[in-house]
T-cell receptor
Framework: DTGVSQDPRHKITKRGQNVTFRCDPI?????LYWYRQTLGQGPEFLTYFQNEAQLEKSRLLSDRFSAERPKGSFSTLEIQRTEQGDSAMYLCASSLESEVYGYTFGSGTRLTVV | QQQVKQSPQSLIVQKGGISIINCAYENTAFDYFPWYQQFPGKGPALLIAIRPDVSEKKEGRFTISFNKSAKQFSLHIMDSQPGDSATYFCAASSPPETSGSRLTFGEGTQLTVNP
C-alpha cells in the first residue's frame, strides 16, 4: 500500500521564486484534490481533477497558482512569484470516482517562504 | 466564509475519559459529514463519517451524533487513550454533482489525553 505520495516534504524558498510540488495518487484513483492548510487551521480546498481534467478551482487559487495532471496520473502544483502568505502545508488527496468521499490524503508539502 | 464552526479549539482529558468535540454548519446542502484525525507531520486521516439520514453512528470507541434540525454534529471518543492525542477536524461536503466532493473543514481541535 503506497498511499498518496507528495514530494518534496519540505521546501524553503525566497520570496519571488517559483516552486513546484508533485503528488502521486493511489494508482487506481481517478480523482485528485489539492488543499492548503495554514498553521492552526483546517485544510482549504484549492482544486480537483477527474482524470486529466481540472473540474473545479477555488477562488483561493490565484493566477500565480497552476495545477496540472497531464496524463491523469501524477499532478503538479506550481506557485509563481511566491509570497510570504503562501507559506502553508499543501495537501494532496485522491479518491475513486465511485467512492468520491473516500479521500486518502498524503502527508503534504510544507512550504516556507522567507 | 466559514461554513463549518468547530469547538473547542483545544481539549485536555484524562485517560479513560470521554472527549467531545462539536461542530455546526450553515449550508443545508451538505450531505456528508466526516471527521478526520491528524498527527503532526501527517495528512488528515478519515476517522468516521455520517450522512444526515441517521442520528448516530458508532465505530469502536468513536461515535458521531447528528442533529439535522440544529445543523450540528459532534464526535465522542469513549475511553480516551494517550494515543488519541491529535488534532481532529470535522468537515462537510455537498453532493458530488454540485461540489465535486470538495470538503469544507472546521478549524480543528487539538486533543491531549493525559496518562
Amino acid at each position: 500500500d503506497t498511499g498518496v505520495s507528495q514530494d518534496p516534504r519540505h521546501k524553503i524558498t525566497k520570496r519571488g521564486q517559483n516552486v513546484t510540488f508533485r503528488c502521486d495518487p493511489i494508482s487506481e484513483h481517478n480523482r485528485l484534490y489539492w488543499y492548503r492548510q495554514t498553521l492552526g487551521q483546517g485544510p482549504e480546498f484549492l482544486t480537483y481533477f477527474q482524470n486529466e481534467a481540472q473540474l473545479e478551482k477555488s477562488r483561493l487559487l490565484s493566477d500565480r497558482f497552476s495545477a496540472e495532471r497531464p496524463k491523469g496520473s501524477f499532478s503538479t502544483l506550481e506557485i509563481q512569484r511566491t509570497e510570504q502568505g503562501d507559506s502553508a502545508m499543501y495537501l494532496c488527496a485522491s479518491s475513486l470516482e465511485s467512492e468520491v468521499y473516500g479521500y486518502t490524503f498524503g502527508s503534504g508539502t510544507r512550504l516556507t517562504v522567507v | 466564509q466559514q461554513q463549518v464552526k468547530q469547538s473547542p479549539q483545544s481539549l485536555i482529558v484524562q485517560k479513560g475519559g470521554i472527549s467531545i468535540i462539536n461542530c455546526a454548519y450553515e449550508n443545508t446542502a451538505f450531505d456528508y459529514f466526516p471527521w478526520y484525525q491528524q498527527f503532526p507531520g501527517k495528512g488528515p486521516a478519515l476517522l468516521i463519517a455520517i450522512r444526515p439520514d441517521v442520528s448516530e453512528k458508532k465505530e469502536g470507541r468513536f461515535t458521531i451524533s447528528f442533529n439535522k434540525s440544529a445543523k450540528q454534529f459532534s464526535l465522542h471518543i469513549m475511553d480516551s487513550q494517550p494515543g488519541d492525542s491529535a488534532t481532529y477536524f470535522c468537515a462537510a461536503s455537498s453532493p458530488p454533482e454540485t461540489s465535486g466532493s470538495r470538503l469544507t473543514f472546521g478549524e480543528g481541535t487539538q486533543l491531549t489525553v493525559n496518562p
